[in-house]
């Protein structure tokens, strides 16, 4: 079992930054993409970015591209998200996920079913 814990969230103002970590623990051995999805109140819960095993491979959702920046450091076991220019609309529960059992393209990167394990959720709130 992998267990995973976010952490960084916080209250900042409009155009302010924020940076997300996760650790996870257990078998990381295995884990291959690890992802970031958001849910605000009311709202469906929504991919925010991924990243490959190797790093070679990173997606985003276009609401983020090229204001949020995921990384990772696999001897940390550690997933990061650095969110810059942050907007209301990024206010969210952020969760972190790891891909533990591989599935292959036919499950994308953006697709929640790809990721068999979710940490609990770090609160994100960005005032105007």
């Known amino acids: 079992q992998v267990q995973l814990v976010e952490s960084g969230g916080g209250s900042v103002q409009a155009g302010g930054s924020l940076s997300l970590s996760c650790a996870a623990s257990?078998?990381?051995?295995?884990?291959?993409?690890m992802g970031w999805f958001r849910q605000a109140p009311g709202k469906e819960r929504e991919f925010v970015a991924a990243?490959?095993?190797?790093?070679?491979?990173?997606y985003y959702a276009d609401s983020v591209k090229g204001r949020f920046t995921i990384s990772r450091d696999n001897a940390k076991n550690t997933v990061y998200l650095q969110m810059n220019s942050l907007k209301p609309e990024d206010t969210a529960v952020y969760y972190c996920?790891?891909?533990?059992?591989?599935?292959?393209?036919?499950?994308?990167?953006?697709?929640?079913?790809?990721?068999?394990?979710w940490g609990q959720g770090t609160q994100v709130t960005v005032s105007s």
């Open positions: 990243i490959s095993r190797s790093g070679g491979n990173i």
């Open positions: 257990g078998r990381t051995f295995s884990s291959y993409a």
């Open positions: 996920a790891t891909e533990l059992n591989y599935k292959s393209s036919q499950v994308p990167y953006e697709d929640s079913r790809r990721y068999d394990y």
